[in-house]
């Protein structure tokens, strides 16, 4: 799921958000026309001004929410957009292949 979705972000086929959603639904076989409503959550517009990579992950695996908020501020040094778009440490293409890589490592969990 990872380079799926950081090669639809690299591609500017859509925002963070859009793009976990697309590499989830790809890799479950979903209807790919529900990433569309993640269009208005990239950019710090996610709900309560999350990282919209880490939104969309939130909103395919809801039952592990503290597990994937957990790990993706461990690894990205905090969740909300605000707070990670000036870090140098990370682009957004980089959280997006976290929060993909989280989502897939769940699946493998299971």
């Given at each position: 799921?990872?380079?799926y979705?950081?090669?639809?972000?690299?591609?500017?086929?859509?925002?963070?958000?859009?793009?976990?959603?697309?590499?989830?639904?790809?890799?479950?076989?979903g209807?790919?026309?529900?990433?569309?409503?993640?269009?208005?959550?990239?950019?710090?517009?996610?709900?309560?001004?999350?990282?919209?990579?880490?939104?969309?992950?939130?909103?395919?695996?809801?039952?592990?929410?503290?597990?994937?908020?957990?790990?993706?501020?461990?690894?990205?040094?905090?969740?909300?957009?605000?707070?990670?778009r000036?870090?140098?440490?990370?682009?957004?293409?980089?959280?997006?292949?976290?929060?993909?890589?989280?989502?897939?490592?769940?699946?493998?969990?299971?």
């Amino acid at each position: 799921m990872k380079e799926y979705a950081k090669d639809y972000h690299a591609k500017h086929l859509g925002n963070c958000a859009m793009s976990v959603a697309a590499a989830w639904l790809n890799a479950h076989q979903g209807d790919m026309s529900e990433v569309e409503r993640f269009r208005s959550c990239g950019g710090g517009r996610a709900e309560g001004g999350l990282c919209g990579a880490l939104y969309a992950a939130l909103q395919y695996c809801p039952a592990q929410k503290d597990k994937i908020t957990e790990e993706f501020r461990k690894r990205c040094n905090g969740t909300l957009c605000s707070e990670l778009r000036p870090s140098k440490n990370h682009t957004c293409n980089d959280r997006v292949g976290v929060a993909a890589e989280i989502l897939d490592g769940l699946e493998e969990s299971k």
